[in-house]
């Protein structure tokens, strides 16, 4: 009886530490700028890609347009299946599937909006991307290809 209490309980307690999709916006990255910018939600990109690695991650800040342009560079001319999340904790998590990391952890130098880049290894063939905040902002978040590329921009 006991054990059956504690087993009630758990079970209940799992789905206040999971994700509500319901409650989240989610969106399919598209291959255009949209300019609506948004500060949360999921995003995904579904590709029949195998076997792409991260090149590099570079930043740029127009002064005029008001926000920074993060890009990562992929070694494949599309960007490989993704799944994103931005947080409420100034942070944005995106998984890359069927990825490796082909040169050093890139970080990036003078940055307006970004605080720290990390990659994480999850399997071998995926890795997580954390983009780390200065502060509470908003995201436009598409891609180009030849070469693949996700443009990620804050404000």
Do not use: C
């Amino acid at each position: 009886m006991k054990i059956g209490l504690i087993l009630l309980g758990v079970l209940l307690a799992v789905p206040a530490l999971a994700q509500n999709l319901l409650e989240e916006r989610i969106w399919k990255v598209s291959p255009r700028k949209k300019s609506i910018f948004l500060d949360s939600g999921v995003f995904h990109f579904n590709s029949t890609l195998k076997k792409s690695s991260v090149t590099a991650v570079r930043s740029s800040v127009v002064p005029g347009r008001g926000y920074e342009r993060v890009v990562v560079d992929f070694s494949t001319p599309t960007v490989p299946k993704l799944y994103g999340h931005i947080s409420t904790n100034k942070k944005i998590s995106v998984d890359f599937f069927d990825t490796a990391i082909a040169t050093t952890q890139p970080q990036l130098q003078n940055s307006k909006f970004v605080k720290s880049i990390d990659f994480i290894s999850v399997d071998g063939k995926t890795i997580t991307m954390d983009l780390n905040l200065k502060g509470k902002s908003s995201f436009d978040i598409f891609y180009l290809e030849n070469p693949g590329r996700l443009v990620i921009d804050i404000r």
